[in-house]
């Protein structure tokens, strides 16, 4: 099936450090969501990006939508330790989530 | 809120087993979606299902059949169970899927030990 690759696969992070994971598609995507799953947790839907060149806040995490609407990318400012978990994109009408950035936080 | 229940938190069957996963929603969506994840691969689709008595293949079916005779309900089953089906399975379900797809809802997941 179609595969939306993330990067990076894993990241440690100092708490206070910001935090990037990207979302890339060989595709053209209808829309982007994104999820976070806690450690011991289901994947939590967080947010959906549409439009091309679209960016969404809540917080301190920045959504991103590329113009070619073929990438994505979640930005975390400030990490708290709150914040650690897996981080995973979904493309479009597809079924298939990326491969997940799982983020350490160092307290 | 959307709630998505899966019968076990944990489960322990032998190898050969016949095993059942049950998955319920109580939101009346159409679609409803059977994962499996294991460290390092993200979450992989088994099957899914868009009506009762619908299913489709995902990545990874080999080894394992779906069941969907109401619309609340999706059940995986693992024929004959092997080691290598050790995993965490996921269920989720939405209200629809397209380009106007709405977000997957997951239920808590079952962690499935093949002995």
């Known amino acids: 099936g179609q595969q939306v690759m993330q990067i990076p696969q894993y990241q440690h992070v100092q708490e206070g450090e910001d935090f990037t994971t990207y979302c890339n598609s060989s595709?053209?995507?209808?829309?982007i969501q994104w999820y976070k799953q806690r450690p011991g947790g289901h994947p939590v839907f967080l947010i959906q990006?549409?439009?091309?060149?679209e960016v969404k806040k809540q917080k301190r995490l920045t959504f991103q939508f590329g113009e070619a609407k073929k990438n994505s990318s979640l930005h975390i400012t400030a990490t708290q330790t709150t914040d650690v978990g897996t981080y995973f994109c979904k493309g479009g009408n597809q079924f298939y989530f990326g491969t997940g950035t799982s983020l350490t936080v160092i307290p | 809120d959307v709630k998505v229940t899966q019968s076990s938190r944990y489960l322990v069957k032998r190898t050969g087993e016949k095993v059942f996963l049950e998955c319920v929603q109580d939101?009346?969506?159409?679609?409803m979606f059977w994962y499996r994840q294991d460290p390092g691969l993200g979450l992989r689709l088994i099957y899914f299902s868009y009506d009762v008595k619908m299913k489709e293949k995902g990545d990874i079916p080999e080894g394992y059949s779906v069941s969907r005779e109401k619309k609340e309900r999706f059940s995986l089953i693992l024929e004959s169970a092997s080691t290598n089906q050790t995993s965490m399975y996921l269920c989720?379900?939405?209200?629809?899927?397209?380009?106007?797809?709405?977000?997957?809802?997951f239920g808590d997941g079952t962690r499935l030990s093949i002995l």
């Open positions: 595709t053209t995507l209808s829309n």
């Open positions: 990006l549409v439009k091309s060149g």
């Open positions: 989720a379900s939405s209200l629809t899927t397209g380009p106007n797809n709405q977000p997957q809802h």
């Open positions: 939101m009346d969506h159409e679609n």
